[in-house]
């Protein structure tokens, strides 16, 4: 159980794109989702919390109009990230937790994204 | 402020045992996790302790000890696929994860 997944696994695109990236629990209600980056060689770096159907909290330091996090759902968080530019290109993996703050977060395989 | 600490890297032989410390400083206490991460991959969960002591699971268990701030994974019988980098996470009171910085353990034949 505890089934993360994520789409694409893999984009590339031009600067000034935009790229939304879909984060889906398959066999739970995941009440929060998290967002996570990750540049080479590097530890996880959480970018925003979001709880089904509210607002995402940012962490310090990451621009809410640029990274767009939508919780609509049970099932479902996208991050869209606006206006990509090449410093933006890194790992960007999500992560699931059901309705209890003390449980497990359950990661998706990731999105390796490039911007040229 | 809120601390993890694990050693950057760890090189252990096919077949032995090895263990990967992580001390932590946080505000409040819910929980310490620990995870894999091969690289390019996400991270896969591999344990959860919430009280003190060993938990064994398999090959791999992990121990606990909240007066210590401190808690260490042990992996057994080690195999090649088990190099990888091994990430502490510690729960604080506000349920957040604090995350260590990782540490990538190479295994040699």
């Not at chain 2, 894999?36 to 009280?51: D, I, K, M, R, W």
């Not at chain 2, 994860?97 to 540490?103: F, N």
Request: aromatic residues 12%; proline residues 3%; neutral net charge.
């Amino acid at each position: 159980g505890a089934v993360v997944s994520q789409h694409p696994s893999r984009v590339i695109c031009k600067s000034g794109t935009s790229v939304k990236i879909e984060c889906r629990s398959l066999d739970f209600q995941a009440t929060t989702m998290f967002w996570y980056r990750q540049f080479p060689k590097q530890s996880l770096m959480l970018m925003a919390t979001s709880n089904e159907g509210s607002k995402a909290t940012y962490e310090q330091g990451v621009e809410k109009d640029k990274f767009l996090i939508n919780h609509a759902s049970l099932t479902l968080s996208t991050l869209t990230v606006t206006s990509a530019h090449p410093e933006d290109s890194s790992f960007y993996i999500c992560s699931a937790r059901g309705g209890r703050a003390d449980e497990t977060q359950y990661f998706g395989p990731g999105t390796r994204l490039l911007v040229l | 402020g809120q601390n993890i600490d694990q050693p950057t890297e760890m090189t252990a032989t096919e077949g032995a045992i090895v263990q990967i410390n992580c001390t932590y400083q946080t505000s409040g206490f819910n929980g310490l996790f620990w995870y894999q991460q091969h690289a390019g991959e996400a991270p896969t969960f591999l344990s959860y302790n919430v009280l003190d002591g060993l938990e064994e699971k398999g090959r791999f268990s992990s121990f606990l000890s909240r007066s210590k701030g401190y808690s260490y994974l042990l992996l057994k019988e080690l195999q090649m696929k088990d190099s990888a980098s091994y990430l502490c996470a510690v729960m604080d009171s506000n349920y957040q994860l604090i995350w260590g910085a990782g540490t990538k353990l190479i295994i040699k034949p």
